[in-house]
DNA sequence: TGCCTCGCACTTTTT
DNA sequence: GTGCGAGGCA
């Protein structure tokens, strides 16, 4: 229950000052969120401060329902109306939703994601008369973005000249923007840079803000960018009453424009600001955090602190070697088999940590094999596949038809005999009569050069869009309508019909459903439920606590797999941090951007924190990279791990080659566990 | 005009 | 292993 007595002298320090500027610097495992969490419970029950006046920032989905749960958990749940627990995301789209119209922009807006992104990168590149091979647009969006977070809008982006991409991309930035308004479409980026716009702009809807939100909690507030710090500042400005908690130590976002700078500045940003300490670590044995204290030490820039526990040493770390990334899979699955059985855990105790979330497929394949149930955390996955992606597109062109990506995705989507070239040629007259492609799709009679048997297959796209238009307007049952669209449409035949491999096609086809399943799960989770606010918790990747999918998984014994951005704020008592190996972590990527290893350092020490009983780190001998077995490196960062610390294993040399032998080697082992059980 | 197949180049991390 | 663009064929 809510008691402020049971926090040790620091965090509770943190919890009751309420009032000014708090500068919470909070070590890995010491307890941070058990402070916000309490923090609000005595605003809300001591202070009897409104629910609504609350707002608590999070980077992440996961971080933000996490919170939202503890706080429930803490004080009811009736006590949380009206707070806004959310992702800075989330946050700016609700700003933007209510007042985006004073931009220029309609309600209804869309919002893009990488794969839309991309595409009217490429439209622009075209403009220009770039070619696509040499520049090729992810390096441009890159370039693209980065200003964005900067809040640097294009008539004053200023690209260096020895650099041909950012020249390029200097370009290609006005017409991106143009294109994104035409369609009536923000990007992810905008989000942020928008709602700073609208804040900056128009007093009166700061005014509303800041008078809504006079509590503010930012966690991981040492992975802010220029247009989050911004954000936030302009927020707190009024009653500063701004509470930033982080740790310069796990700011592993440095790439996407986060400054540590911003937590290192706090005490100058608010003078007079209380700052507060946590050292105590709660959560690891004394030999993992001895071990993360060693690695992260190598590290010049930083704050410098002494995380402690008195908890014991515990078990060494285990350094697993393994002959290839099928091996060290097959190791670290049987580990979690023994461990389990050895202390009667459940799979949910264990989580495998990767630096890149392809790493993930040897260990979704061997779990598959043992038949353990696990939970994949994040990589887009499910709804960037293709045929969701298409399937979802008429959901967005319904939604919003000015939105060009999604139509240009569904107008040939079930093959209806519309090509490229007459695209194209409804594409130029639509440009040059500056009307909506939408529009342009109606009047096609008007354009000369389609031949009439292709202008009645048009005409009826149109129709059949605008009427599932008319349909949607109607409220209520959207799983059902959507479900009813797509079968007229014939999704699932055209699947069945276009791709050779039948258990592909039924795949795909399951996919396709799980989009009907996940808007049946979210309208039985929120009242009033529309399609643009399903569309947006897609986009925003906001997805996992409604859908079926998750309804299922959710709560269920599962191991869980996830990158090493993602665990961070989170914790499990058995950590495998695989592929511990040069290029990997460090990254190759990050060294040759010219970059410094000590962000991929602390990456290592965020992994390494997870833990809390025990932690297994595995390398490869060998890697499969593009069909070629690669001879590996063992990362730096083991050499600063004492070796007193580590405990060596090998992988066996027993291998399956064939289907058969991996057959017999399973159930070998399978007839050892139960003898052993038994 | 539309569709299919082949080849090439890339695989960091997130909202 | 994937997704894009180009080029050739029906």
């Not at 002298?9 to 058990?34: C, F, I, M, N």
């Not at 490196?633 to 080659?657: D, M, N, T, Y």
Request: proline share 3%; glycine share 8%; aromatic share 8%.
């Amino acid at each position: 229950m809510f008691d402020l007595s049971t926090l040790n002298p620091p965090q509770r320090a943190a919890a009751e000052h309420t009032e000014g500027p708090l500068l919470v610097l909070a070590g890995a495992g010491s307890g941070k969120t058990r402070v916000i969490t309490f923090r609000i419970g005595h605003l809300l029950l001591d202070r009897k401060v409104r629910a609504d006046s609350i707002l608590a920032v999070t980077f992440t989905n996961k971080a933000a329902g996490e919170m939202k749960e503890r706080v429930r958990e803490l004080v009811g749940r009736s006590r949380c109306k009206g707070m806004v627990i959310s992702t800075f995301h989330s946050l700016g789209v609700k700003i933007l939703r209510r007042d985006i119209e004073r931009l220029g922009y309609k309600k209804n807006f869309s919002i893009y994601t990488t794969s839309d992104q991309l595409g009217l990168v490429r439209q622009a590149m075209r403009e220009v008369n770039a070619d696509g091979k040499k520049h090729d647009a992810e390096a441009i969006l890159w370039r693209i973005s980065g200003w964005k977070n900067g809040l640097i809008p294009p008539d004053r982006a200023l690209p260096r000249y020895d650099d041909p991409d950012e020249l390029l991309a200097g370009d290609v930035y006005p017409i991106y923007q143009r294109l994104l308004r035409a369609c009536n479409a923000i990007d992810l980026d905008d989000i942020i840079m928008l709602t700073v716009g609208l804040l900056q702009g128009h007093p009166e809807v700061l005014e509303h803000w800041q008078e809504r939100f006079r509590y503010i909690m930012v966690d991981e507030y040492q992975d802010t960018n220029a247009s989050q710090y911004l954000f936030i500042s302009l927020l707190a400005k009024k009653y500063k009453n701004l509470c930033v908690v982080g740790d310069d130590d796990q700011s592993i976002y440095g790439w996407r424009g986060a400054d540590v700078g911003n937590i290192l500045d706090f005490e100058k940003d608010y003078p007079g600001c209380r700052v507060v300490k946590l050292e105590q670590n709660y959560r690891s044995t004394g030999t993992i955090l001895e071990a993360a204290n060693h690695v992260i030490r190598n590290n010049v820039k930083r704050k410098e602190k002494r995380l402690w526990t008195d908890s014991g040493e515990g078990r060494p770390i285990d350094l697993v070697t393994a002959q290839d990334d099928e091996e060290e899979a097959s190791l670290v699955v049987e580990r979690i088999q023994m461990e389990r059985y050895r202390h009667n855990l459940a799979f949910s105790d264990f989580a495998i940590l990767y630096r890149t979330n392809s790493q993930s497929r040897a260990f979704e394949e061997q779990l598959r094999f043992e038949s353990i149930p696990y939970v994949l955390v994040g990589g887009m996955q499910f709804y960037e596949r293709k045929e969701v992606k298409d399937a979802l597109s008429y959901l967005k062109v319904i939604d919003n038809p000015l939105d060009e990506q999604a139509l240009l995705r569904i107008v040939n989507f079930p093959r209806r005999g519309i090509g490229d070239g007459t695209v194209l040629r409804i594409n130029q007259w639509s440009l040059e009569q500056s009307c909506h492609l939408m529009e342009a799709f109606g009047r096609v009679g008007e354009i000369e050069g389609i031949n009439e048997p292709t202008r009645e297959k048009v005409l009826a796209f149109h129709r059949l869009v605008t009427g599932a238009a008319e349909d949607f307007r109607r409220s209520g049952d959207l799983a059902g309508r959507v479900k009813r669209l797509f079968a007229r449409l014939g999704i699932e035949e055209e699947l069945y019909r276009t791709i050779e491999e039948p258990a592909t096609a039924r795949r795909k086809v399951e996919n396709v459903e799980q989009i009907i399943n996940s808007m049946a799960g979210y309208e039985e989770r929120i009242p009033g439920a529309t399609l643009s606010g399903f569309l947006e918790k897609v986009s925003l990747m906001d997805e996992d606590r409604f859908s079926g999918k998750d309804k299922k998984e959710h709560g269920r014994d599962a191991v869980t797999l996830m990158s090493l951005h993602s665990s961070k704020g989170l914790e499990f008592p058995f950590v495998f941090l695989v592929g511990f190996e040069e290029e990997i972590l460090p990254h190759k990527k990050s060294m040759e951007e010219g970059g410094t290893i000590d962000e991929e350092r602390r990456l290592c020490y965020v992994g390494i924190t997870r833990a809390r009983r025990h932690l297994t780190i595995t390398r490869c001998l060998h890697r499969k990279k593009y069909g070629k077995l690669l001879e590996r490196q063992p990362s730096r960062f083991l050499e600063e791990i004492p070796e007193r610390l580590v405990q060596f294993h090998e992988g066996g040399a027993k291998k399956a080659a064939t289907e058969e032998e991996q057959e017999a080697l399973a159930q070998d082992f399978f007839a050892r566990m139960r003898a052993k059980l038994g």
